[in-house]
């Protein structure tokens, strides 16, 4: 870009020498010309100005929400609205009150991420998803299936097997079931963490890691006891 900008300033210079000799005046009027020409070339050129937009727009795009942003609310939102179900079988069903205050634990911590959930996803301008679980059928949730990102969710004949349960059984049934189903929602966390961008819903997702890890290792505390 130097040799191209000084090359035509060599060349106007040698044109004013001429025209200098010819009128003193001329000459005078031609140097302030070139003098401003010169001065507002270099600021003018094509490198300084591209640069700073383009690198503007890279740290603009980091940021923007993609395709795995919504896929990770859209899949984790009924994955939390089924662990919220999970948590409300609990009372009635087991005496054991470090179960008792687990699951209200979760359906406190997981009601607010859903709603967090839904208005990221109203942001990005995508449909509000629904909490309704009777709207996944036909879904294969299987961690095998097509729905590979939603693993660790309870099939039907799961969540009827548990609510018919109770005591000691209903107790190793739930820690057990739970388990897999934090386990799966950490996968999906991480998986956002990898492939999306928006802040937003990466920090959602580190929350998620950290509060479901450390109940995943309090329910296999639980589950051990005799």
Not at 26 to 43: E, K, L, R, V
Not at 112 to 127: C, H, I
Not at 186 to 197: F, N, P, Q
């Given at each position: 870009m130097k040799i191209r900008t000084v090359m035509p300033v060599l060349a106007l210079s040698s044109a004013l020498?001429?025209?200098g000799c010819s009128d003193d005046g001329?000459?005078?009027?031609?140097?302030?010309?070139?003098?401003?020409?010169?001065?507002?070339?270099?600021?003018s050129g094509a490198s300084p100005s591209t640069a700073a937009p383009d690198e503007t727009g890279e740290e603009d795009a980091d940021g923007q929400p993609n395709e795995a942003d919504a896929m990770f609310l859209?899949?984790?939102?009924?994955?939390?609205?089924?662990?919220?179900?999970?948590?409300?079988?609990?009372?009635?069903?087991?005496d054991n009150q470090a179960v008792l205050d687990l699951a209200a634990a979760i359906e406190q911590e997981q009601g607010?991420?859903?709603?967090?959930?839904?208005?990221?996803?109203?942001?990005?301008?995508?449909?509000a998803p629904s909490a309704d679980m009777d709207a996944m059928e036909g879904m294969d949730h299987s961690s095998s299936g097509g729905m590979s990102g939603m693993s660790g969710m309870m099939t039907e004949e799961d969540m009827a097997s548990l609510e018919?349960?109770?005591?000691?059984?209903?107790?190793?049934?739930?820690?057990?079931?739970?388990?897999?189903?934090?386990?799966?929602?950490?996968?999906?966390?991480?998986?956002?963490?990898?492939?999306?961008?928006?802040?937003?819903?990466q920090q959602l997702a580190t929350d998620i890691i950290e509060a479901q890890e450390a109940e995943i290792a309090t329910m296999e505390e639980l589950i051990s006891q005799p």
């Open positions: 020498v001429l025209a001329s000459m005078a009027d031609h140097d302030m010309g070139s003098g401003t020409g010169s001065s507002s070339s270099p600021s859209q899949m984790m939102h009924p994955h939390h609205a089924q662990a919220t179900e999970m948590a409300q079988l609990v009372p009635g069903r087991t607010p991420e859903m709603e967090q959930m839904a208005a990221l996803l109203e942001s990005y301008g995508e449909p018919a349960a109770s005591g000691r059984e209903f107790d190793q049934m739930w820690l057990s079931m739970m388990i897999e189903h934090h386990t799966g929602a950490v996968e999906m966390a991480r998986t956002e963490l990898e492939d999306g961008s928006d802040p937003q819903a």
